[in-house]
């Protein structure tokens, strides 16, 4: 019992760390690839990109785009900025802007070359915040904001 209470309460401790450290990376990695693929979709349909110019996409679009690519991730806890290079950006969680039936990038902003930026921010909950004496009540769970953004330039 007392090898028990010295090697094996801590073993534990350090196995259920490492599982929540790797679901923190898989959540991060998750968000990283589906603001990359939403950037790409965005920039391969600019204004120019098909004959005769009926290929433009709307917020909504590319918001689909971007939850199909984060499987496993709440879209209602996700919060997506669009920042195309001249007027303003949108903002707002997944879930609402997939309904958005604004073109994007907007018109000032849809040109060759010039460069489009989503960012996205997702809140992480974890467990282990209880063990840190003092930092926060038990009903915290302890949420870290793991960021993502991807800028690319239009293609077409």
Known sequence: MLEFVLVGIP??????SIVEISRGMWAYHTLAYAVREGVRYS????????????CQVTI????????????????????LTFTPASG???????????????TW????????GQSVKISAVYPFHTFLAIFWAGAHSVADSGTF???????EQIQF
Request: aromatic share 2%; with cysteine.
């Open 11 to 16: 073993v534990i401790f350090i196995i259920l």
């Open 43 to 54: 920039v391969m349909h600019g204004k120019d990109c098909a004959s005769p110019n009926t």
């Open 60 to 79: 909504g679009q590319i918001a689909g785009v971007i939850e199909g690519a984060a499987a496993g991730l709440d879209p209602n806890a996700v919060t």
């Open 88 to 102: 303003s950006a949108s903002t707002g969680t997944m879930a609402n802007q997939a309904a958005s039936a604004t």
């Open 105 to 112: 990038p907007p018109s000032t902003a849809n040109a060759d």
């Open 145 to 151: 904001y793991l960021p993502a953004s991807s800028t």
